[in-house]
């Protein structure tokens, strides 16, 4: 089998950041050993002090494959994860028809991403009002987990669960050990926000954030936390915004219920007071909110309240943001940030005194254990898939349209300035992304939880 060494005097490992030889004998790594012991029949690739750090994984993407394909499809989004340095992403069940809430659907995307993924992929399913029914053959049928909304997704084809219908469900789920992902937003606070605005300007920003308040996500979140007690199942809340909501979640952490947390780069990074008027490219849900909560996210990701950060890769079609009117209303809430979440997030970190093995935490070994594949992916451990994202961590660039590489160059961070250009992504061994471009065939495949490993509580 072929032998590869992969050599960097920066290798991130979970023991620590060292000078050090990655040694790969087909898809999997077989040792890591210093740069003196790399054996004579090894392929080197010496990368000098680019740091290597393990392929980041992505447990929160939309893909909208099949029936959408139109917005992105497996063919952009993994190219634009490969070009970000991540090697394994997993699909939201909404977006896409049929939406991914029965077997049969599970395998509709089956189909759609055959032969069309540069990285490997994995599937969640959905919770909706219906499909109590479907939840242990989904299961079976090999999704990761599981994704639901406590309020209305504003697509049509995936329907939010009331708490009677969430109650429903929760016995299915927590006999299947996988996690249950939930949008905690609830709609009560939103409705009664938003009504005192209809006659606001919604070309102003902080009209939008005025509609979304903080409360609507504790509130949620409240009840998501007594369900937790009450069905003993692994509850992850999806895209944290609010850090109001920081001292309830440590406070559950401490009674150990097994709950888990993300949030994302644009909640990191991105602040209200520096949004314009129109500039509905940095709409989504929950909202971003003011600078102040960014810097309390922060420390929730240094307190370790939250476990790690995601894209929420959520694109759309162009005219669905409607930046000719601005609305911020009516436009669509979603960022795409696959390709430039890891220059969004070391641009922040690496100023705030965060390491390497910080991003290798948040970015790749966080996400895959919530996808169940922690003995897999997310890092550069022997028995690991060889995944690797190799860059220059003092390197900068400016964010254009072709730097973006999924179907439509949207983004809120245009024409920034960021830090860490990727110079390559290794799949399985196999470059993916090298040197701004794609020189495999589509060779990600579905990840598939194999037997005995799911059913952790540990969230
Ligand atoms: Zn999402």
Known sequence: MKLQAFLSSRVVTPEGTRPAAVLVEGETIRAVVPLDQVPANAAIHDFGDAAILPGLVDSHVHINDPGRAEWEGFDTATRAAAAGGYTFVVDMPLNCLPATTTVASLEAKRAAAHGRCRVDWAAWGGVVADNQSE???????GVLGFKCFLIHPGIDGFTMVTEQQLRAALPAVARTGLPLLVHAELAGPIDAATEILAEADWRCYSTYLQSRPEEAELAAIRLLLSLCREYDFRLHIVHLSASSVLPELSAARSEGLAVSVETCPHYL?????????????????????????????WQGLRDGVIDFVVTD????????????EGNFRTAWGGISSLSVAL???????????????????????????????????GQITPGFDADFVIFDPESEFVVTEERLHYRHPLSPYLGEQLRVIVKATYLRGEPVFVAGKFPAEAVGREFRPRPREGGSKSA
């Open 269 to 297: 990074h991105l602040t209200s007071d520096a949004i314009a008027n129109g500039a509905t490219t940095h709409k989504c849900a929950p909202p971003i909110r003011s600078r102040e909560n960014c810097e309390k996210l």
């Open 343 to 377: 220059p969004v997030m070391w641009t922040e970190a690496s100023r705030r005194g965060f390491s390497l093995s910080d991003i290798a935490r948040w970015m790749a070994e966080g996400p895959a254990r919530l996808a169940g594949a922690q003995k897999h992916k």
């Open 135 to 141: 939840i242990e053959a989904l299961a079976a049928a």
């Open 313 to 324: 890769h959520s694109p759309c079609l162009p005219a669905m943001k409607r930046l000719d």
